[in-house]
Structure formats: C-alpha cells, structure tokens
C-alpha cells in the first residue's frame, strides 16, 4: 500500500507530461504525416507488446494456481521432457509478431527515409550554433533565425548541419528527431497538415545553454509563405516613426555586424541570427515572451539571460538609444 502511495504522485506526473500536448512538445499529438507514421509504429508496437505481457501473465497465473502444493500432496507430479507440439507453437507465435512488426516498420523506414524532391517540395537547410537555431532556404536565396517558416501541406527537405557541436532537431508534432552534426549532413523531412506553430527543441546536451535552445517550426498558407519569402529577401521597410529612425541608426552602429537585417549585415561565422522578422516573432531568443521588458532585459544582460549564449552585453546603451532601439526591433516585420 505504501509504495502504492508513493507512485500516485508519479502516476499524475506522467498524466501532467501528457498533456504536453497543447504545446505541442509532444509526440502523441501528431500534425503531419511523418509524425503520424511514426506515432503508427509506437502504437502497434506497443499493442503487440500489451498481448505478449497479457498472455504470459495469464498463462503464468494459472501455472502458479493449478499447479501449486496443495495440503496433502505427496507424490511428485509427471515429469515431462521435450514437446514437439509446444516448442512450434511458442517458435511460430513470436516470428508471426515479429513479421507483424517488421513489415510496417521496414516500409515506414523506407518512406521515411525517401528525402527526394517532389514539384512542391522546399529545402531547408538547418544549421544549429551554440544556442540558437539558423534557416536558410537555398531554392529562395534567404535566411531565417529561430522561426522555421513553412509552407502547409508541402514536404520540406531538411538538410541538417552544425557549426560548433553537436546538436539536435527535433519538433515532435511533426517528426522524430535527428542530429546535427559538425561536418556531417544530415538529411530527413516532414510536413505540417495544418496552418499553425509548433514548438522544436535541442535534444542533443551541447552546452550551458542547451535547455534554452528552443525554436517554432510556423506552418502558414502557400500565399502567405510566399509572401514571407519574398519580403524576407529585403529591402527592409523604411522605419515607421522618427524613434524607429533613431534605433535604426544605433543598429546601424552596434548590432549589423552581427544581425542581419533584409539582406544586407550579419556574419556567417561568428554572427547571431537573422533579424529581418524580428517584430514577428512570439519568442526572444527562442524562449523568452515577446515584450519590451524582456528584450531590453535581453539587450542589456543577455548571459544572465540565456547562459553561455554569444551575444555581447549592451548595457552601455542610455535610455534614450535603448528605448529607440526597442521601437525599431518591434518594426522589423515582414508579413504585414
Ligand atoms: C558579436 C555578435 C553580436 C552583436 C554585436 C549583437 N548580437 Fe544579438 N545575438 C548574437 C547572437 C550570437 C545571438 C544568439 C544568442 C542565442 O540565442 O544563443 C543574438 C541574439 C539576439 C536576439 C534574439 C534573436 C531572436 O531571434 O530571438 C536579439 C533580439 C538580438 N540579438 C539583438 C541585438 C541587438 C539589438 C544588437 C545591437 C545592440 C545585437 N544583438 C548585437 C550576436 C550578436
Ligand atoms: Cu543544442
């Protein structure tokens, strides 16, 4: 009874990380073909397992009853060696089971595996860096930072690629993961069924900032994907107010070396991601919700922030920069 009440907690626990669902972080709530698939193979797996444990359990339960000592028993039971009938049954059973799982398995792997291209398909090749996550579509000529953008009901070729160390892609809702490796390209692909945002997270430890590596993989309509793709390409649009003008000129000075914005800035190397979307985004830095507090929080302190992370302090900058700063970020917008 008492371990029974030490794993009631557990038991609700477990009930918590299901419902991980709404967020999306989770496997068991597949929203594309690819996770659906495998979602499949976990299912009929796990049934085939369910039986097995069902049927020994069972046949263990009776042997343990019918055949226990009784009060009174004296003679040793028949003792019986070898049967030809038994030894085919429990041969014949497990390759059955076996054939039933192979077969899906073998044909999924295959389907899974096939990173061809088809007349809709788009490529994306995905670089991950210490701690954030780099989207570069090369039929498009853009890059992207921490938000994936894809094009509903369309199969994305995903060419996985690091710079630094190991890392790994993986946005549940929609495919298993894989790893980035330095050096190595490797390649997979999946599919949104639906407009929507799904969540993505580094699964690979890679460092002191590993837990905070998140991204959002944005499933959007055709129409709006082009959209996005064409005006991702810049120029960007002329800042909205003479404050925007102001913090355009202090990340003129202190941020384009590193950031990109439509098209022109950034550095390959050493840089930070992208920022021609910026305004658009839900998150900073992967994590933290989109506000004003937060992103100065995250211009002047960004190592408290996000530990380990690359991107220089600003805390040098006085109010007046800041603040105009903050009110070009929220500008840079693409898809309005
Ligand atoms: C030395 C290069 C460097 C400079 C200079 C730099 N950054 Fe960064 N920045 C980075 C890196 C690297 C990251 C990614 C950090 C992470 O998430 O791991 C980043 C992340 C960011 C993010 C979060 C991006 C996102 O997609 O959510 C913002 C916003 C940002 N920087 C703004 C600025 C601004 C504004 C300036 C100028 C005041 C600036 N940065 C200067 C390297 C730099
Ligand atoms: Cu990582």
């Given at each position: 009874m008492k371990q029974l009440g030490r794993l009631l907690p557990l038991?609700?626990?477990?009930?918590?990380?299901?419902?991980?669902?709404?967020?999306?972080?989770?496997?068991?709530?597949p929203q594309g073909p690819v996770a659906e698939m495998q979602l499949s193979l976990i299912k009929l797996s796990l049934y085939i397992m369910i039986i097995v444990i069902v049927v020994v359990f069972v046949i263990f339960a009776i042997a343990l009853i019918r055949f226990r000592e009784k009060p009174g028993d004296t003679h040793i039971p028949k003792q019986v060696e070898g049967s030809k009938t038994l030894e085919i049954i429990w041969t014949t059973i497990p390759v059955i089971l076996l054939l039933i799982l192979a077969i899906p398995n073998v044909m999924d792997t295959f389907t899974l595996a096939n990173v061809e291209a088809d007349e809709n398909s788009i490529t994306v090749n995905v670089t991950a860096h210490q701690f954030w996550w780099e989207f570069e579509y090369p039929d498009h000529d853009i890059v992207a930072g921490q938000d994936m953008y894809?094009?509903?009901?369309?199969?994305?070729?995903?060419?996985l690629e690091a710079s630094d160390v190991m890392h790994s892609f993986w946005v549940p809702a929609l495919a298993g993961k894989q790893d980035n490796v330095p050096g190595i390209t490797n390649e997979m692909w999946l599919e949104a069924s639906h407009p929507g945002v799904y969540k993505g997270k580094c699964t690979e430890l890679c460092g002191e900032g590993h837990w905070l590596m998140d991204f959002r993989v944005i499933s959007v309509e055709r129409d709006v994907f082009d959209k996005w793709a064409t005006n991702m390409i810049g120029p960007e649009q002329?800042?909205?107010?003479?404050?925007?003008?102001?913090?355009?000129?202090?990340?003129?000075?202190?941020?384009?070396?590193?950031?990109?914005?439509?098209?022109?800035?950034?550095?390959?190397?050493?840089?930070?991601?992208?920022?021609?979307?910026?305004?658009?985004r839900e998150v900073i830095a992967g994590?933290?919700?989109?506000?004003?507090?937060?992103l100065e929080k995250w211009l002047r302190y960004p190592a408290e922030t996000k530990p380990g992370n690359k991107m220089p302090p600003f805390n040098h900058l006085n109010e007046d920069d800041m603040k105009a700063l903050i009110e070009y970020m929220k500008g840079l917008k693409v898809l309005d």
């Open positions: 038991s609700a626990l477990l009930l918590l990380l299901a419902g991980c669902g709404e967020v999306n972080l989770s496997a068991l709530d894809i094009p509903t009901n369309t199969k994305i070729l995903v060419n002329e800042p909205a107010s003479q404050l925007a003008e102001t913090g355009r000129e202090v990340f003129q000075a202190s941020c384009i070396g590193c950031h990109a914005v439509g098209g022109v800035g950034g550095n390959p190397a050493s840089g930070g991601p992208d920022l021609t979307n910026f305004g658009e994590f933290l919700e989109f506000n004003e507090e937060n």
